[in-house]
């Protein structure tokens, strides 16, 4: 989710093939990558893309002609308005967590408290409930701020099911990304106050942002993103983004992958990035941290994906957590592409469009692509043990009366141990329209009892579809008719 979730903001989009979103992934090479142009430029680009989304919309609406009780066959690569009502993205109303919070501390209800090393970030993180535990890394410079990115101080990423907050050591600015049910994601950053500021910052003079003083800090709303947010790798909504590109010693990016979804092979995944807690048997790219480490790599693969300490790498002492939880990265990988599709169902189900999102969408909820987790039952117990991620997160959700829960890890073979996604109790599942979301419901359905063609639940055993038909009944509300029927799981 690097802000932009490893984004990058002066490498075009994927070159991703049509009708494969889901699956496919665009390998790039960024050795040809210039500087990153200056920050006045970059910001003027990024005002002309969100205008030129608002024309692209009216411009859309007149070749499209659609009664309002009629639904237009599009594709998943097709761009969708999500400029016109009833979402209205640029609109100032939203419902995401970062806007309920700034409502609560306009009325005085609640206050950030900051600190002189981390500024608003630890506030931030308890008031909007996002685990210090959900700490990622990320040493590429592939977002905003690339001057203060490096492998020596890496970017630190916090996330829950829906919020995500970057921080870097010495930014004058927190990132967030917050996921409204309507909209799709919306993007603010927050000042950091002066005390958490280097001295050379306070020497000069700091730009406070229009509307921010320093007893009153308010979450400012950054449409700009959508220069990177809105594209082919999120789907042409407002979304996500999660990158792995190897990189050089400095952090430059030179090869990797524009888009890193559960789908992806292990051993492609994570270039960038700092992953901790990797057990043998898992080949990944993180922890290579220069050209040599990228060439010792290619004749010995998996030679730096274990990684227990991140002392060993940079000074760990001025980060709030620790690690960079090989756990959270798996859930991570699984999270930002679902919701991407979540988003793009809910728009096209309330701009009267209909692409083949909802049987992308379906398909990866039972993670019917997901490669094989090559780890032995004490290999996965050990990583699950050591992981205060993997007890935090499982602990956030709702369970059957045997205890069962959506959230619970496997790794031994697959992540979940059942493999229905968590993002099922999501407000952007929750609030879909109700014939979008009634139609998803009735397809895992089928899907579960045999009565789909649907070869992505083959993967699904008897016993793990029973016990996924039991949970969703007992946690998910306003199931359709076909789920109150009898046991349906396959014999």
Known sequence: MKHCWASQQWHPVSKIGVGKLSRDYSYERAASMVTPPSILIRHAVAS??????????????????????????IRLTDRVPYGREPVDYFGTTSSDAVSQLQR??????????????????????????????????????????????????????????????????ESRELEITAVD???????????????????????????VNAGENAASPSF????????????????????????????DQAGKPIVGFSRVTHDMRYEKRWGGWYVTGTPAGIIHRGNLLSEVDNSH???????????????????????????????????????VHGTNLLIRAGLEARLNRRSDVENDLVRYFVFADEPPLKLSQSAADAVLANSKFATSFVNRGPRDAKGNSLREFS???QVFKHRLSYLIYS???????????SRLLEKLWAGLTTESEDDGFEPLGSDERKSIIAIVRATVRRLPKCWAGGEGARQ
């Open 48 to 73: 002309v893309v969100v205008m030129s989304v608002l024309i692209a919309d009216v411009t859309h609406e007149l070749s499209r002609v659609v009664a309002a009780d009629q639904v237009a066959t």
């Open 104 to 169: 609560q501390l306009a009325a005085g209800k609640l206050r950030l408290s900051p600190d002189d090393r981390f500024g608003y970030l630890l506030s931030v993180l308890e008031l909007l409930d996002v685990p210090l535990e959900s700490q990622l890394l990320v040493y590429s410079k592939t977002a905003r701020a690339p001057d203060l990115v490096s492998p020596q101080t890496p970017r630190a990423i916090f996330f829950n099911d829906e919020v995500s907050v970057a921080w870097i050591p």
């Open 181 to 207: 049910p309507v909209k799709g994601v919306n993007f603010y950053t927050l000042s950091q106050p002066l005390a958490a500021l280097p001295v050379d910052y306070k020497a000069g003079k700091r730009v």
């Open 220 to 247: 400012l709303r950054r449409d700009r993103c959508l220069a990177c947010h809105a594209g082919r790798s999120t789907l042409e909504v407002p979304g996500l983004l999660l990158r792995a590109f190897q990189t």
């Open 297 to 335: 790599h290619k004749k010995e693969p998996g030679f730096a994906s274990s990684l227990d300490e991140l002392s060993q790498k940079f000074d760990v002492a001025g980060y709030p957590n620790s690690g960079s939880d090989l756990v959270a990265h798996l859930v991570l990988a699984h999270q």
């Open 411 to 413: 790794l031994v073979g």
């Open 427 to 437: 407000r952007l599942f929750d609030e879909l329209p109700l014939e979008c979301r």
